[in-house]
Structure formats: C-alpha cells, structure tokens
C-alpha cells in the first residue's frame, strides 16, 4: 500500500468537519456527560479558534490520505506554539470506515512524523478517550508514552 499525504484543500475540509464535529461532540456526551446541544456548541467553537482560516490557518499540518486516487482519510497537527513550544499536537486523525484495518493511520504517522522531523520539531503529542483501545494499542506500538492521564466517576445524585 503507497499511502500518501497531501495538503488538505479547502473543499476537503468543509466536507471532513461535519463528521469531525458530530463524532467529537458524541464522544463528549459519552466521555465527558455533556448535553448533545452543549457537546456541539463547544465542539464547533474550539474547531473555529482552532483554524480561524480553515486551511490557511498558520502554524497547522492539515494532510489528505490517499491511496492511489482514492481518499483514506486525513489527520490535523498543530505546530508548537508558546504553550508547548517543542511539542506538535494530533488533533484529528481519521481512517475512512470501509479503508480502516489495513495499517493507513499507522502510515499516516509515520508520514507526519517525518513532516515534522523535516521541520525540526522534536515530539508529537495527542489526547485519546481511555476507551479507545484500538487507538491506544496502535499509539503505543507507535512509541506514543502516558505523560498525563485525566480519570472521572460519575456520580448519582441523592434524591
């Protein structure tokens, strides 16, 4: 498989966000006990700060996946900033449901690793729901270490 990654353009985008944003915010009710209507405003809000001009937002890798002519999927980085100044950040990373299991997202860090090597930039840092165990395996086998971990209990209330 030749996977490559490709400047996202900004059609690409518009397109990948509406799912971006409806599976975030579902995580976020489920992970975090959010109300789906405040799941969604904060989903959208943080994406809107986050890339305030889309694809020419500076300091942002946002990378098409393709295999051949056909789209796999795309991931988002970060560049260091003065919050964490050595550090790129995986915001998003997503392997198209019918190409997942056959090693694209491996690959695809893999790529932006390299990317980032180019650039000078010595670690790559991500936030993953504890749940998703695919995902983790796949960072661990990917080098990935805890270097922070947020634990919740969710609570009844009394009467």
Partial sequence: M???????????????LGPLQQGYAEDLVA?????????????VTQIRELLPAGT???GVLLRT????????????????ATAAPNQAWIHNIEVHEEHRGRGCARRMIQ????ELAH????????????????????????GFEVT????????TPAG
Wanted: negative net charge; aromatic residues 4%.
């Fill in 2 to 16: 030749e996977l490559t990654l490709t400047p996202t353009t900004a059609e690409e985008l518009a397109r990948l």
């Fill in 31 to 43: 992970h975090r006990g959010m109300t789906p209507e405040a799941a969604l405003e904060r989903t």
């Fill in 56 to 58: 020419a937002t500076e």
């Fill in 65 to 80: 996946a393709r295999v051949g002519d056909t789209e796999v999927g795309w991931i988002w980085v970060t560049l260091p």
């Fill in 111 to 114: 790529l932006i690793e390299a």
């Fill in 119 to 142: 650039l000078g930039v010595p670690e790559l840092g991500l936030n993953v729901f504890g749940t998703n165990t695919v995902a983790i395996g796949l960072y661990r086998s990917l």
């Fill in 148 to 155: 922070a971990q947020q634990m919740a209990k969710r609570i």
